[in-house]
């Protein structure tokens, strides 16, 4: 038997969460794999809102949706960053995501030199939080092999574990007897309904 890996187990807890037509975002587009996860699972009557404050990002990515899904998929490309999405998602979708993610870091297959920090992701955390409906998800990927990975690391990791435990369940998912710096997981669900204090 097999664990699956960190990405996997973000895929699948996002699966049980979307339907076709929700709302999802994507808040580090990236090479645009979580994009196309994201807009194969909402399809063509749902809407998901991509993020990356790079240029070549978002244009590989609009090339893998459209080899994937062709010139009609639901993703609107926003370059920007993340700590701005709630200015950016029209204002009718706020507390109706279904599902957020975040893959922390640099874009693969760049010189690294344009890394994700702490400053921009603890705000667009605090916004993704309030922009999911009740029951929604918000998935990070936590990198720790790069300069300032470490960082980001503690930084989130401080901020999942304050979200009051009445509104918002944490999942950390990771590999702890690997010794290559591998990616973890770190899951917000916020729940239906508030448990009484
Ligand atoms: C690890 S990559 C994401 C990988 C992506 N999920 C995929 O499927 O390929 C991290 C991305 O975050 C982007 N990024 C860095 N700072 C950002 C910010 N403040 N707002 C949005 N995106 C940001 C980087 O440009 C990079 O493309």
């Not at 996997?8 to 339907?19: D, G, I, M």
């Not at 700590?83 to 029209?90: A, N, Q, R």
């Not at 992701?121 to 916004?127: E, F, K, R, S």
Request: with cysteine; aromatic share 6%.
């Amino acid at each position: 038997m097999g664990f699956i890996s960190i990405l996997s187990y973000a895929h699948r807890l996002v699966s049980e969460q979307l339907q076709p037509g929700d709302i999802a975002i994507d808040a580090t587009v990236g090479n645009g794999v979580d994009s196309l996860f994201l807009a194969e699972r909402v399809g063509l009557q749902g809407s998901v809102y991509g993020f990356d404050i790079q240029a070549e990002a978002l244009r590989k990515a609009s090339g893998r949706l459209e080899k994937h899904m062709g010139d009609r998929h639901p993703v609107r490309w926003i370059q920007a960053s993340h700590s701005l999405m709630k200015e950016h998602v029209p204002e009718a979708c706020h507390g109706r995501v279904g599902a957020i993610m975040f893959n922390l870091g640099y874009l693969p297959g760049s010189d690294h030199s344009t890394i994700t920090v702490p400053e921009t992701t603890l705000p667009a955390l605090n916004a993704a939080v309030d922009l999911l409906r009740p029951g929604g998800l918000t998935t990070i990927v936590l990198y720790t092999g790069h300069e300032g990975g470490d960082r980001e690391a503690a930084a989130v990791e401080q901020w999942a574990a304050e979200l009051p435990q009445p509104n918002f369940q944490v999942l950390k998912y990771a590999m702890i007897n690997q010794r290559n710096h591998p990616p973890y997981l770190i899951a917000v669900a916020k729940r239906e309904v508030a448990l009484r204090r």
